[in-house]
């Protein structure tokens, strides 16, 4: 067991090399996990529940693009690599589209429930 002496020295340490790939690898290895997962999930989903699993998808999107833009930043690597700044672009473009895509859908879909008019009769 560690001793308190030996957590205060770890915690005053500085910090290891943020760029480097090995510290980026547990989490390239949890959204791999993330995506199986979500396959899976939805893969089971019934057909009845899959418009409000869409409309769930739409807010998720939302927390992406939030997060991808906190990411991308205001200048292009600023405190990470350039290319964490790319994929945060990236990111934004992908949870756009999605968004957008998504309302096009749901409009779609509740178009089908509107009451028709009957045409007049001649």
Avoid: C
Avoid at 49 to 56: A, C, E, F, R, W
Avoid at 67 to 79: F, K, M, Q, R, S
Wanted: aromatic share 6%; proline share 8%.
């Amino acid at each position: 067991m560690p001793t308190p002496e030996l957590i205060l020295a770890a915690a005053a340490a500085p910090p290891a090399e943020s760029g480097s790939l090995l510290s980026y690898l547990p989490l390239a290895f949890v959204f791999v996990l993330a995506t199986f997962v979500g396959l899976d999930v939805i893969r089971h989903v019934s057909r009845l529940l899959h418009t409000p699993l869409m409309s769930l998808t739409n807010a998720i999107s939302a927390v992406v693009i939030v997060g991808a833009i906190l990411v991308a930043g205001p200048e292009p690597g600023g405190d990470h690599p350039l290319w964490i700044s790319v994929l945060g672009y990236a990111a934004i473009a992908a949870a756009s589209v999605n968004i957008v895509s998504g309302f096009l859908i749901t409009q779609r879909m509740l178009k089908m429930f509107k009451s028709r008019e009957p045409e007049a009769k001649r």
